[in-house]
């Protein structure tokens, strides 16, 4: 479909294992977020980007998490050394600059972290 | 203060109330604001923008007031199929990083 697709669409994995989580934006879109969502709980700004840079990383919780994005579409999401605190849903969200506001989100990636 | 601040709930209303959620957001600057709605276990789909002038779709309604740095959403003759949860989101600081609040629960009973 033409909506926002991510994958792996579940990941679980041991503590102290590398994870990589990408994100397939909608074609054209500028913009593309990650957010984090904990059982129960809200969504939690991960990172932001527009084109392929990151204006705002302040969201990543620690220097195991990073993200890149190229081609001005596919992101990639890598949490180094997964803690069982990184056990989540991790959401991406693309959006045309010009209909600010209007996120379309993907179904997210769960991870859980053995 | 939380940036973006929601009551969790949850509201539980019969078929037919009229129901309201308040959200108080922090940065007196932000310009634009959203209720998104997010069933369980989906991602969160935009539900309606909040304008200054305030904004009316179907039996939805939000409105803004700036003053006391609050955003509502009132939702009249509920249905089965509004039980979700609502969040508010609102900019940071430029208008491209959206900060979400935890959400309001909303369980709508026969």
Redesign the interface.
């Known amino acids: 479909g033409a909506g926002v697709s991510q994958s792996p669409s579940n990941k679980v994995t041991e503590k102290g294992k590398d994870v990589e989580l990408r994100c397939d934006p909608i074609s054209g879109h500028t913009a593309l977020y990650w957010y984090r969502q904990r059982l129960g709980q809200g969504l939690e700004f991960l990172i932001y980007f527009q084109g392929n840079s990151a204006p705002d990383k302040s969201g990543l919780p620690s220097d195991r998490f990073s993200a890149e994005r190229t081609g001005e579409s596919v992101s990639t999401l890598t949490i180094q050394r997964t803690q069982q605190e990184d056990s989540a849903v991790y959401l991406c969200a693309s959006s045309s600059l010009s209909l600010t506001g209007e996120l379309f989100f993907g179904e997210g990636s769960r991870l859980t972290v053995l | 203060r939380k940036e973006v601040e929601q009551d969790p709930g949850p509201f539980n209303v019969p078929e037919g109330a009229t129901v309201a959620f308040n959200c108080t957001y922090s940065n007196s600057a932000s310009q ?3 209720w ?1 709605r997010q069933d369980c276990r ?5 539900l309606m ?1 909040v304008y200054s002038s305030g904004n009316e779709d179907g039996r939805f309604t939000a409105q803004l007031n700036r003053a006391s740095q609050y955003i509502s959403l009132l939702i009249r003759d509920s249905k089965l199929s509004d039980s979700a949860t609502y ?1 508010c ?1 609102a ?2 600081d ?10 309001t629960r909303l369980l709508v009973r026969p």
């Not at chain 2, 989906?42 to 935009?46: A, S, T, V, Y």
């Not at chain 2, 430029?94 to 959400?103: A, C, D, P, T, V």
């Open positions: 634009s604001f959203f998104y989906k991602e969160p789909k935009l923008s969040l989101v900019p940071r430029s208008s491209y990083k959206l900060i979400f609040g935890s959400g």
